[in-house]
Nanobody, 123 residues
Framework: QVQLVESGGGLVQAGGSLRLSCAAS????????MGWFRQAPGKERELVAG???????YYVDSVKGRFTISRDNARNTMYLQMNSLQPEDTAVYFC?????????????????WGQGTQVTVSS
């Protein structure tokens, strides 16, 4: 069993930056596909960025060039660096892991989830 805990969310002005962390415990996540999802009120949960066990990355078009996903297997931790934040980035951000090497867009295909961290961007 894997436990995931997010941190780093908060309130920031438009144009600002935040760095989210997802710390895993219970077992190593080095062989897992990982992802950062977000869910805004009234909207579907969407994959924002994904990273495979081999560190291949995926980004949804709306965050390309602004967000960077990374993982540190020695620390059993995944990160999301978010720059040039915009009000439309406001959401609860979740980290997720799946018992497969690759990240995928479908939330139901992930096996473990964190509790979420709120990101609010003011205009």
């Amino acid at each position: 069993q894997v436990q995931l805990v997010e941190s780093g969310g908060g309130l920031v002005q438009a144009g600002g930056s935040l760095r989210l962390s997802c710390a895993a415990s219970g077992r190593t996540i080095s062989t897992y596909g990982m992802g950062w999802f977000r869910q805004a009120p009234g909207k579907e949960r969407e994959l924002v960025a994904g990273i495979s066990s081999g560190a291949s990355t995926y980004y949804v078009d709306s965050v390309k060039g602004r967000f960077t996903i990374s993982r540190d297997n020695a620390r059993n931790t995944m990160y999301l660096q978010m720059n040039s934040l915009q009000p439309e980035d406001t959401a609860v951000y979740f980290c997720a892991a799946r018992r497969n090497s690759y990240s995928v867009p479908e939330a139901w295909r992930y096996d473990y989830w964190g509790q979420g961290t709120q990101v609010t961007v003011s205009s």
